[in-house]
C-alpha cells in the first residue's frame, strides 16, 4: 500500500500568481497522476508524472499551464500557472504500482487528501 | 474507453445492506471492473475490483452478472461513515500504467 501526503492542504490565491502543489509518497510507487476535481464535479485526469522526463498531458491540458516535476519515485509537484478563478478547484494526487491488473496484485490507486484551491 | 452508467443518487437506511448497480455494456473482455468512494472532503480509496467472479473483502462484495454487463456493489450493513460517492471504474488488463476515468458516481446517502 502506499499513503500519499499533499501539501498544502488548502490556499487562498490572487489571479495571475502561480501555486506549487507537493505531493510524496511513502514507499516507491511505479506510477503517479494528477487529477482536478471542480466544485460539484467528478475527478478528471491532467497528467501521469513521469520520473526524470517531461509529464504525460491529457486532453485539455497543457506544460505551459501546469508543470509537473516527478524527481524521484515518491515526490511529485503540481504547479497551476497564472491562475484565473477558473482554476479553483481540488487538486489530487494519486500513486500505484504499475502491472497486470490480476485478483493477485496489487493495482489499487492511492489518493492523497487533495488540495483545495481557490483563486480571488 | 468503455464507459459504465450509474445512478446518480441512492438512499439507505443505516444498518441495512445497499446494493450499488453499475452498468457497462461495452465492458471488454480484458477489462476489469474497480470500485472506489470518495467520502466527504477526502480523496478517492480504493474498495473493491474484479474480473467475472464474485468478489468479497472486509468492504464489501462485488457480483458480476454472468454476461459482465453489469456488477453491483454491496456494502453488507451500511452506516453512516459509508455516506460517500461511490464510483464503478473499468481498467484494462495491465492498466496500472493508466489514469483512471472517473465517471459521475452514485452519491449514496445514509439516513440513521
Known amino acids: 500500500s502506499a499513503v500519499i501526503s499533499q501539501k498544502p492542504s488548502r490556499d487562498i490565491c490572487q489571479r495571475g500568481t502561480s501555486l506549487t502543489i507537493q505531493c510524496q509518497v511513502d514507499?516507491?510507487?511505479?506510477?503517479m497522476f494528477w487529477y482536478r476535481q471542480q466544485p460539484g464535479q467528478s475527478l478528471t485526469l491532467i497528467a501521469t508524472?513521469?520520473?526524470?522526463?517531461?509529464?504525460?498531458?491529457e486532453s485539455g491540458f497543457v506544460i505551459d499551464k501546469f508543470p509537473i516535476s516527478r524527481p524521484n519515485l515518491t515526490f511529485s509537484t503540481l504547479t497551476v500557472s497564472n491562475m484565473s478563478p477558473e482554476d479553483s478547484s481540488i487538486y489530487l494526487c494519486?500513486?500505484?504500482?504499475?502491472?497486470?491488473?490480476?485478483?493477485?496484485?496489487?493495482?489499487?490507486?492511492?489518493f492523497g487528501q487533495g488540495t483545495r484551491l481557490t483563486v480571488v | 474507453d468503455a464507459k459504465t452508467t450509474q445512478p446518480n443518487s441512492m438512499e439507505s437506511n443505516e444498518e441495512e445492506p445497499v446494493h450499488l448497480p453499475c452498468n457497462h455494456s461495452?465492458?471488454?473482455?480484458?477489462?476489469?471492473i474497480h470500485w472506489y468512494r470518495q467520502l466527504p472532503s477526502q480523496g478517492p480509496e480504493y474498495v473493491i475490483h474484479?474480473?467475472?467472479s464474485n468478489v468479497n473483502n472486509r468492504m464489501a462484495s462485488l457480483a458480476i452478472a454472468e454476461d459482465r454487463k453489469s456488477s453491483t456493489l454491496i456494502l453488507h450493513r451500511a452506516t453512516l461513515r459509508d455516506a460517500a460517492v461511490y464510483y464503478c471504474?473499468?481498467?484494462?488488463?495491465?492498466?496500472?500504467?493508466?489514469?483512471?476515468?472517473f465517471g459521475k458516481g452514485t452519491h449514496l446517502i445514509i439516513q440513521p
Open positions: 474484479g474480473l467475472t
Open positions: 494519486s500513486g500505484g504500482f504499475a502491472g497486470a491488473a490480476s485478483l493477485t496484485m496489487n493495482t489499487e490507486a492511492f
Open positions: 471504474i473499468l481498467r484494462r488488463a495491465g492498466g496500472g500504467a493508466d489514469g483512471l476515468t
Open positions: 514507499s516507491q510507487v511505479t506510477m
Open positions: 461495452t465492458i471488454s473482455g480484458t477489462d476489469y
Open positions: 508524472a513521469n520520473q526524470g522526463s517531461e509529464a504525460t498531458y
